[in-house]
């Protein structure tokens, strides 16, 4: 299992419980939650559960989700990773979250460029897949940046916070 991904100014680390109390003050801001399909946190515990939750599916190869540290600071900044690993079809889900002090800084286009090469590169991925609420517009920058193709609109795709969303789907080939 990847534990540990670098890129020029970040080190995505695989989560771990000691990262709760500061993911936990990301994940109860609702500006960055907004977009998530989590209500903000309103205690730490969420956070340690949360982790503890997608660590259960990193041992099953089901999902790997990294803490993201700034390499210069070690500050955690935020968290991303794969969401689904479906090694039957060649293909993975990310997903990304920022501290909102850190936004528009590339972070997020950084951390998922990293993610990108490992797919493709380390866990022979041939699709890389991203579903974005069609209001968030800062994470649908990210995607086109990273030259991801729009596929369309998956309607009511998902409940979320006690409704259903549209998402479009992004997706980048290995190919391409």
């Not at 109390?21 to 977009?35: A, E, G, R």
């Not at 990108?116 to 517009?137: S, Y």
């Not at 979320?160 to 549209?166: A, H, L, P």
């Amino acid at each position: 299992m990847i534990k540990d991904l670098y890129t020029s100014r970040l080190h995505l680390k695989k989560m771990s419980v000691t990262d709760a109390p500061k993911l936990f003050k990301i994940w109860s801001d609702p500006d960055v939650t907004k977009f998530m399909n989590i209500s903000p946190f309103t205690h730490e515990k969420q956070a340690k559960e949360m982790i503890e939750f997608l660590d259960q599916l990193a041992q099953e190869q089901k999902a790997i989700r990294f803490s993201i540290f700034h390499q210069d600071t070690n500050e955690l900044i935020g968290s991303c990773g794969f969401n689904t690993l479906d090694f039957e079809n060649n293909k993975t889900e990310i997903g990304y979250d920022i501290a909102k002090v850190y936004w528009g800084n590339g972070y997020a286009s950084e951390a998922i460029a990293a993610l990108i090469k490992t797919a493709f590169d380390t866990l022979n991925m041939n699709r890389v897949e991203a579903k974005v609420e069609q209001g968030n517009i800062n994470s649908i920058r990210v995607l086109q940046k990273l030259n991801f193709t729009f596929e369309g609109t998956l309607k009511q795709s998902e409940e979320s916070k006690g409704k259903f969303v549209d998402l479009h789907l992004y997706s980048k080939l290995k190919s391409s």
